[in-house]
């Protein structure tokens, strides 16, 4: 069957940096996205990874391992408005989009 | 653009009421895609359109549900009847490529909160 894991919550402190790690087992890759979802609202896209290494976007980035089914999003200088749930979705052999369960991130002062 | 647009943004009903629910996809894009989250269950992929086709409808959960999509601007997701465990929120997202080379990602509605008594 098709599995992705990611941690189901996790907390930081406004400030930091934060790793959100997201394991996969897919018939097929064709691309790993991860989207963040505030609370209430519908998900939205922050990367794109289909070629190895690391992608980087502001205070976001996203890295992906193939051989290794692994995948992260780093989020650096963390601010209050980070709180959201974050999803990891892989594109597998038929082009569809297998979805994991979510990250919940909870930000503390 | 006004990005995917989804009426009605709430409905609550009976268990056993029929409920309709509508998507307005990106001008332009291809494909669109039903989704239906809940707690327990995350983000489900119910069905999907490649230019008004429906492609894969292998999770949509039982016959009470159905999809059209008439026309490349229009889509609308209906249970009949409705249930108190059809309870959740469902996304509409659009797509301007099935499966492109392209980073070609989802952009997906507000969403609908179905709530049935």
């Known amino acids: 069957g098709q599995n992705i894991d990611q941690p189901t919550e996790m907390t930081a402190t406004e400030g930091a940096i934060v790793q959100i790690n997201c394991t996969y087992q897919?018939?097929?890759?064709?691309?790993l996205f991860w989207y963040q979802q505030h609370a209430g609202e519908a998900p939205t896209f922050l990367s794109y990874?289909?070629l190895d290494g690391l992608e980087e976007k502001g205070r976001f980035s996203s890295f992906l391992s193939r051989s290794k089914g692994y995948s992260y999003l780093l989020l650096k200088e963390l601010q209050m408005k980070d709180s959201a749930s974050y999803l990891c979705?892989?594109?597998?052999?038929?082009?569809?989009?297998?979805w994991g369960a979510g990250t919940k991130l909870i930000i503390k002062p | 653009d006004a990005g995917v647009i989804q009426s009605p943004r709430h409905e609550v009903t009976e268990m056993g009421q029929e409920v309709t629910l509508r998507c307005k996809p990106i001008?332009?894009?291809?494909?669109l895609f039903w989704y239906r989250q809940t707690m327990m269950r995350g983000l489900e992929l119910l069905i999907y359109?490649?230019?008004?086709?429906?492609?894969?409808d292998s999770g949509m959960p039982e016959d009470r549900f159905s999809a059209k999509m008439p026309n490349a601007s229009f889509s609308t997701l209906k249970i009949q009847p409705s249930e108190p465990r059809d309870s959740a929120v469902y996304f509409c997202?659009?797509?301007?490529?099935?499966?492109?080379?392209?980073?070609?990602?989802?952009?997906f509605g507000p969403g609908t909160r179905l709530t049935v008594l």
């Open positions: 997202a659009s797509s301007p490529e099935l499966a492109g080379t392209s980073t070609d990602t989802q952009y």
């Open positions: 001008s332009g894009h291809n494909s």
């Open positions: 359109f490649n230019n008004n086709v429906p492609i894969d």
């Open positions: 897919t018939s097929g890759f064709n691309g």
């Open positions: 990874n289909v």
């Open positions: 979705a892989v594109r597998d052999r038929d082009y569809q989009l297998i």
